[in-house]
């Protein structure tokens, strides 16, 4: 099988995992909170029904906000093309490494703060605001997580940092490493609007950021907006596995290590998914002012991490 | 193997001198310095196993039993007494106190190469953390309000000190650690009083209020 | 190469010439603006041509100026590369000039900005030409000169005078650091480049850290690192927004280029001091200026702090490569040198566009003001959409070139961590973790620039009947925007030619360590790559197979133009729209420590009641530290010393005459004495 195939059919896994991991995550926290909740496959039907739905658009919104879901859309399907989801000798390895995926996804932040703006409402500038400090605050972490990761393997390049682990699984438990996951761990909490920093199924004007963001859009825009938010938990959730216990990627690209593959990032996807759910269960939302603490924090164990790599070598 | 687990383990004792930095309120400090006392215990017996000597076994054994459970009990009682005010903001504020943490654990890198680059023993990569955590310990010390989190602090720098010995020289004689336990708890004593004498003139334990005996 | 050099010089004094005498119509305008065009054509030529070449270009001209040793010219990669920058920036501002500059039509201060926009691409052009020690600090004053005159075009603001006093006295400053720095490298002799370089080798340590010191500062003040970087906000909303541009763009660089020059070049490098110096210097910059840059409300002066984030950034790169040379990683050295100049080429292009969009902003609205701004983009979709792609550039995302200089500097620092030294691996760590959280920022702060600029609904009428600019300044931003996207495509064609000119700098043979395979860039061991092309394509085939796709599947309703929801509410305001204050306000808070803001509410009540509020007035500032700590203790202590020696300007006569016999007995006394000896 061609390698170069091998792109689209991550990008095509991703599109259909992704609202099925939020969905999943919805059904653990009802579960967990005692109630009945919706059946896991939901999310699915709500966008079917948005793209079917008719499309309002603000008088005062302009090009922008129609082109913005688009980008935001664009940004995290090529993402999705870019990480080590299903195989690690990626095709597109040598256009992107980790820099390039944390920055594409800043790229699609971007145009969703100013698709905020542009309608001229309160929450929409509140929204874009709040995403941006939380946004611009988990930069450095995410960049020392990554040169923590990168500096043991002399490179930032996502295949290489996932064959590293394959190939001496001793150091998956080195503390750096496991630093680092608990790092990036915080700043996924912050980079997809979860518990403690933002709640997903909020709309109290007080207590939301990406749903602020995204109050004017309707019909096919918001689906594809919500579905890229899928797909950027998808790929922290990914990232999070297949960076720090990548057993289970195919390292040869024949249908049967594929397949294989795919099972484990489910898997995989769901244990993440597991705790994300007792944590967002367990923990209330914080004030925005108290989010810099957890970014701080998220930051010193970054900084920990690096400090290990430094003393193990 | 050995390097690992000891800079593991000095990562979570650090890291428990780190979440007093990070969390507010008096119970969830003693929890910290609890979590930091279990894993500097179980640091100390996995050296003991790597180096056969029983004598750590031991220690941690008394560690765990004096600052894992004795202490902690004895501050949650002192915190019943007197914790029933407000939860006072430290001088420096929690993201700032996080980031110079971190700054104190890179001078604590620097300053202690040349010392790990002298010793030939596998644990000696945790050390420049067991620095990082006497100096996290100070500066919590200089910058927290409430006494009794000042107590903690001053504990965190024993238990510091203790993990710089256990992997700087894989232990040291029983004598001496004895001695050093009864230090602390003479020390504490001490504190207990202190503590107490403070509650009872200014009905707080506000270290702040040892200005007015100026006056 | 003789005749480009040459028409370039004939390009800017024509265009210089032709301002002056050609009156104070269109007709000048053009003509000047035109001639500045080819010159810059010409420069950009020339610099091109020595880059594709390898060969460099000299000229001596020891007949001018003779008396003081005369004029030598030299273009070797370095300059070239600086050449090229200001090429890039000078044709764009010069068209934009032409347009912008309409509404000095028939006044006497279009003669002089004309004649002075000239004198100043020329002299800056010539800097990184010259060769030797007259020359250059001849076309150095001269450029600080020209656009210390363009800075007071508009003198009669008050702003602009104060602006003008503050530049002229750093670049004073400046001036005599240099000067210093130049005058202690040992003159006996010609004092070509060559030569000084010859006579830096035995110069001892302890001349040559304080001719270093004295050029970071008299350079650092140049491209507004800091603390010295207190004109540059001042400066840059004071100047017509085609000379901040032009100085943005260009001018800082050359503060680079100079510092290069003496310290690498000239110095050789040295110990690994110099390079944590220039770290330092350029971390802080990096983090204060995006700092200062978020709370400012004026659109310029906003660019005008984001482009001392962007030196301190350029600073990181070229203080990275000092330190790396000192440590012996010569790749890793070139490579972060390599990195810092292709920074600096693409900040060039991207301020230069932003610069021009705040200046069609002010020229269609009178403001600069963001709060009074807004819904630009209806009025202006030229300007916006270019305004958005310089943005995005400047934020450092993906695909465009702001991110691959970020790319590539990241990736030049990370070597840092694997030194031997503990100082320097936690230095670079903190660099690394201060130049992410600069790009953080950056993209915040620009998301406020251009969306509370140009979306959502005009905050005021001036606004609300904004137009588009004329189709030469329309042309000069395109110039640049294309530049951009020029830059991010051919990268892998630019970064080699980089490494090239970066690596006999540092001590290695020339053609560099290898930064590219294929169509992608690749860090000099070959371990990390990326290809902003093929992102670029990635992202533009997902987003139309996107767009076909929703296309053909999704409800065929037509979309419905409604009022905005907002939760619910009835009716939608300017009033309650975000302000760019407002915007900025959680990071206010959260940088609170280093902001130290003071806010100040006046309530006026209703006569009659207190439960009605007539007006609300809110007025907010941020501590300004260098201003207040540095800047006005020195400068009150200098006044008090003049005040003092003012005492011997006591306006008589005598007093005069007295001073002349005293001056003369104390010289012959002085003979007298040495000549007895």
Same mark, same amino acid.
Not at chain 1, 25 to 38: D, T, V
Not at chain 3, 385 to 408: K, Q, T
């Given at each position: ?286 004030? /925005? ?25 | ?215 | ?63 001018? /100026? ?88 508009e003198?009669?603001r008050p702003e602009v005078?104060e602006a ?66 207190v004109w540059l906000p001042r400066a840059h909303p004071a100047a017509p927004s085609?000379?901040s541009?032009?100085?943005s ?38 983090? /204060?200026g995006v700092?200062y840059a978020l709370t400012e409300d004026d659109l310029k002066r906003l660019l005008a702090y984001s482009s001392v ?45 932003l610069f021009?969009g705040a200046g069609a902003v002010l020229h269609?609205t009178g403001t600069r003001n963001m709060n009074r701004l807004g ?12 305004f ?57 702060c620009f998301?406020k620039a251009f969306?509370i600029t ?5 905050r005021s009428?001036e606004a ?115 302000t760019s204050t407002?915007f900025a ?34 007025r907010s500032a941020i501590?300004p ?53």
């Amino acid at each position: 099988m061609s390698p170069w195939l091998l792109a689209p059919m991550q990008g095509a896994v991703a599109l259909m995992l992704a609202p099925g991991l939020v969905g999943a995550i919805r059904w653990m926290k009802a579960r967990l909170q005692s109630r009945e909740g919706s059946p896991p496959w939901q999310p699915y039907l709500e966008l079917r029904k948005l793209f079917a739905k008719e499309v309002v658009v603000s008088s005062n919104a302009s090009w922008l906000f129609r082109a913005a879901p688009f980008i935001v859309f664009g940004s995290a399907v090529t993402v999705t093309l870019l990480v080590p989801l299903l195989a690690v000798p990626l095709p597109l390895g040598g256009a992107g490494d980790l820099l390039v995926v944390v920055y594409l996804l800043l790229l699609g932040t971007f145009f969703l703060a100013l698709a905020g703006l542009d309608p001229g409402s309160p929450f929409g500038g509140m929204g874009a605001s709040r995403e941006m400090t939380v946004a611009a605050l988990a930069e450095p972490t995410m960049a020392l997580a990554i040169f923590a990761l990168a500096w043991g393997v002399g490179s930032t390049n996502l295949g290489q940092i996932a064959s590293r682990t394959l190939s001496t699984p001793s150091e998956a438990l080195a503390p750096g490493h496991v630093l680092a996951f608990a790092a990036i761990f915080l700043v996924t909490l912050a980079e997809t609007g979860r518990l403690p920093v933002d709640n997903p199924s909020t709309h109290l004007e007080l207590t939301m950021i990406h749903e602020a963001m995204i109050l004017e859009y309707s019909g096919r825009y918001l689906a594809l907006i919500e579905w890229a938010a899928a797909l950027k938990l998808l790929v922290f959730f990914s990232l999070l596995g297949n960076l720090f216990a990548p057993w289970g990627v195919a390292s040869v690209i024949t249908p049967g290590a594929l397949l294989w593959a795919a099972v484990t990032l489910a898997l995989k996807l769901l244990a993440l998914g597991g705790v994300i759910a007792l944590v967002e269960t367990h923990i209330a939302k914080l004030r /925005l002012f108290r989010v810099p603490e957890l970014l701080s924090a998220s930051f010193i164990l970054a900084l920990l991490a690096v400090t290990a790599s430094f003393l193990l070598r | 193997m050995v390097s690992q687990l000891s800079v593991g383990g000095s990562t979570l004792v650090l890291l428990g001198g780190l979440m007093m930095l990070w969390r507010r309120g008096v119970a969830a400090h003693i929890g910290a310095f609890t979590f930091q006392s279990v894993a500097l215990a179980a640091t100390m017996a996995m050296v003991g196993w790597f180096a056969g000597d029983w004598q750590l076994w031991a220690v941690a054994a008394a560690l765990l039993l004096v600052k894992g459970i004795g202490i902690p009990l004895l501050l949650k009682r002192m915190e019943r007494r007197f914790g029933s005010e407000r939860e006072l903001e430290p001088y420096v504020n929690t993201a700032t106190s996080l980031l110079i943490g971190g700054l104190l654990v890179l001078l604590a890198y620097i300053v202690t190469a040349p010392l790990v680059s002298v010793s030939r023993l596998p644990t000696r990569t945790g050390m420049p953390l067991a620095i990082g955590l006497v100096f996290v310990s100070l500066f919590i010390i200089i910058s927290r309000k409430k006494a009794l989190t000042q107590v903690l602090g001053f504990l965190m720098l024993e238990n510091g000190i203790a993990l710089l010995a256990v992997l700087g020289t894989h232990g040291i004689p029983i004598i001496v650690e004895i001695g050093v336990f009864l230090d602390v708890a003479l020390g504490f004593i001490v504190m207990q009083v202190f503590v107490y004498q403070i509650h009872e003139t200014f009905e707080s334990i506000d270290v702040e209020q040892l200005n007015r005996l100026r006056e | 190469m003789r005749a480009l050099f040459f028409l370039m010089v004939t390009g800017y004094a024509t265009g210089a010439a032709v301002a002056l005498g050609l009156g104070t119509g269109p007709l000048a305008r053009w003509a000047s603006g035109l001639a500045a065009v080819v010159g810059a054509a010409a420069g950009l030529g020339l610099a091109a041509g020595v880059c594709m070449a390898g060969t460099g270009f000299s000229l001596a001209a020891p007949d001018l /100026l003779a008396s003081a040793g005369g004029l030598a010219f030299r273009l070797d990669g370095l300059g070239a590369v600086f050449l090229a920058l200001t090429s890039l920036v000078a044709a764009p501002s010069a068209l934009y000039g032409v347009g912008y500059s309409r509404a000095l039509d028939g006044r006497p201060a279009q003669r002089q900005a004309g004649f002075m926009l000239n004198l100043f691409m020329l002299s800056m052009s010539l800097v990184p030409l010259a060769d030797g020690t007259l020359t250059f600090l001849l076309f150095w004053e001269g450029m600080s000169l020209a656009s210390y005159f363009l800075v007071m075009t508009e003198a009669d603001r008050p702003e602009v005078s104060e602006a003008g006093q503050w530049y002229l006295g750093m670049t004073q400053l400046g001036f005599a650091c240099l000067l210093g720095a130049f005058l202690l490298l040992p003159a006996g002799g010609p004092t070509t480049f060559v030569h000084l370089r010859a006579a830096a080798a035995v110069l001892p340590t302890g001349t040559r850290d304080l001719v270093f010191v004295l050029a970071v500062i008299g350079f650092g003040a140049k491209a507004g690192l800091i603390p010295l970087h207190v004109w540059l906000p001042r400066a840059h909303p004071a100047a017509p927004s085609h000379v901040s541009a032009l100085m943005s763009g260009a001018m800082i660089k050359m503060g680079v280029y100079g510092l290069l020059r003496i310290g690498l070049d000239v110095l050789g490098g040295g110990p690994a001091w110099w390079g944590a110096l220039v770290i330092g210097l350029g971390a802080l910059s990096a983090v /204060l200026g995006v700092l200062y840059a978020l709370t400012e409300d004026d659109l310029k002066r906003l660019l005008a702090y984001s482009s001392v984030e962007n030196v301190g950034v350029i600073a990181l790169g070229v203080g990275a490569a000092f330190l790396f040379q000192s440590l012996q990683m010569l790749p890793a050295a070139a490579f972060a040198l390599a990195a810092a100049l292709f920074h600096a080429v693409n900040h060039a292009a991207f301020k230069g566009l932003l610069f021009m969009g705040a200046g069609a902003v002010l020229h269609a609205t009178g403001t600069r003001n963001m709060n009074r701004l807004g819904g630009l983009i209806r009025g202006m979709p030229w300007t916006a959409a270019l305004f958005l792609l310089g943005s995005v550039a400047i934020a450092g995302l993906p695909p465009l070139n702001g991110f691959v200089s970020e790319w590539l500097l990241f990736q030049a620092l990370l070597p840092g961590i694997g030194a031997s030294s503990p100082l320097v691996a936690v230095l670079m760590v903190l660099a690394l973790g201060m130049l992410a959280l600069t790009a953080g920022l950056a993209a915040a702060c620009f998301v406020k620039a251009f969306g509370i600029t140009f979306l959502a609904i005009p905050r005021s009428p001036e606004a609300a009947a904004a137009h588009e600019t004329a189709w030469s300044m329309r042309t000069g931003m395109t110039m640049l925007a294309g530049a951009c996207l020029f830059l991010s495509a051919a990268s892998f064609a630019i970064l080699p030619r980089l490494s090239a000119v970066a690596a006999p700098l540092v001590g290695l043979p020339a053609p560099g360590p290898v930064l590219r395979a294929g169509l992608t860039l690749q860090t000099p061991d070959g371990l990390a790559q990326m290809s902003p092309g093929i992102v670029a394509a990635s992202l533009g085939l997902v987003v139309l197979v996107a767009w076909v796709a929703v296309k053909r599947f999704a409800s065929r309703r037509p979309l419905r133009v409604g009022e905005t929801w907002g939760c619910g509410r009835v009716v939608q305001t300017p009033r309650m729209e975000y302000t760019s204050t407002a915007f900025a306000e959680p990071l206010r808070r959260i940088f609170a420590e280093f902001y130290r803001p003071t806010e100040d509410v006046s309530i006026d009540f209703h006569p009659d009641s207190r439960y009605f509020v007539q007006s609300i007035s809110y007025r907010s500032a941020i501590l300004p530290w260098f201003e207040r700590y540095l800047y006005a203790p020195v400068i009150a202590r200098i006044r008090l010393w003049s005040e003092r020696v003012l005492t011997l300007q006591s306006g008589s006569v005598h007093a005069y005459l007295a001073y002349l016999v005293a001056a003369l007995v104390l010289l012959l006394g002085w003979l007298v004495v040495t000549g007895q000896r």
